[in-house]
């Protein structure tokens, strides 16, 4: 029989007030079995109309004060965000039968962080964030290959190329998370946390 944990729930659910934490176990684990991207989200955004969009995303650091993830500030999804902050991420790892969605509001992260992951990205990735005019109509790949070529001739120093305005972090900070295990017959298992403050969550279950 199956270890459970006091909510009745497997005991991958642990017993944590705390969902940062429980995320980052299961992160963990996903990390040991994803063939690939085990920090692939889904980001789920919404423009001022209300008409929603939803991309797939690279999570790159996570903490109690939110999740964070990088793009081009005039890309799609940066343009829902500045019009709608509200927004929703979702990990599935298939690897584990796991899901976790995660709500919330969206800010800027601070220049620092951002020129402080920026100057880890490798040469051409830094390139890349200048020559591509993210989610503008391209007429042709030999145009976008010019403009790299354009920005490698203008910062040949690898180890010297700065971070454009135009490229930064964004930080959800979630107000929801819910964890879900797939279950045979369909009978999920599902928890949920929702703050309550700064430092405290209620979390309860949820039928499948």
């Not at 063939?35 to 790159?60: E, Y």
């Not at 500045?82 to 709500?103: M, V």
């Not at 135009?166 to 295990?181: I, M, T, V």
Request: proline share 4%; net charge positive; charged share 30%.
């Amino acid at each position: 029989m199956n270890e459970k944990n006091s909510l009745a729930l497997d005991k991958c659910f642990k017993d944590l007030d705390d969902p940062i934490k429980l995320f980052e176990e299961w992160f963990t684990e996903a990390k040991k079995t994803e063939i690939n991207d085990p920090n692939a989200l889904a980001l789920a955004t919404a423009d001022k109309k209300g008409v929603p969009a939803v991309r797939m995303v690279l999570l790159k650091d996570f903490s109690q004060n939110g999740f964070i993830f990088y793009t081009n500030l005039n890309s799609k999804k940066s343009i829902d965000i500045k019009e709608n902050p509200n927004a929703s991420i979702c990990f599935h790892w298939k690897s584990l039968l796991r899901q976790i969605r995660i709500t919330g509001k969206i800010i800027k992260v601070s220049e620092k962080e951002a020129d402080k992951y920026f100057n880890t990205r490798s040469y051409e990735s830094r390139i890349g964030a200048w020559a591509s005019n993210q989610s503008s109509v391209l007429n042709k790949r030999e145009e976008l290959y010019k403009s790299i070529e354009n920005f490698k001739n203008k910062y040949p120093n690898e180890k010297n190329v700065p971070r454009p305005k135009h490229w930064s972090g964004w930080n959800l900070k979630p107000d929801s998370l819910e964890f879900w295990l797939d279950g045979q017959n369909r009978i999920h298992q599902r928890l949920k946390y929702i703050r309550l403050d700064d430092k405290n969550w209620k979390k309860f279950l949820l039928n499948p």
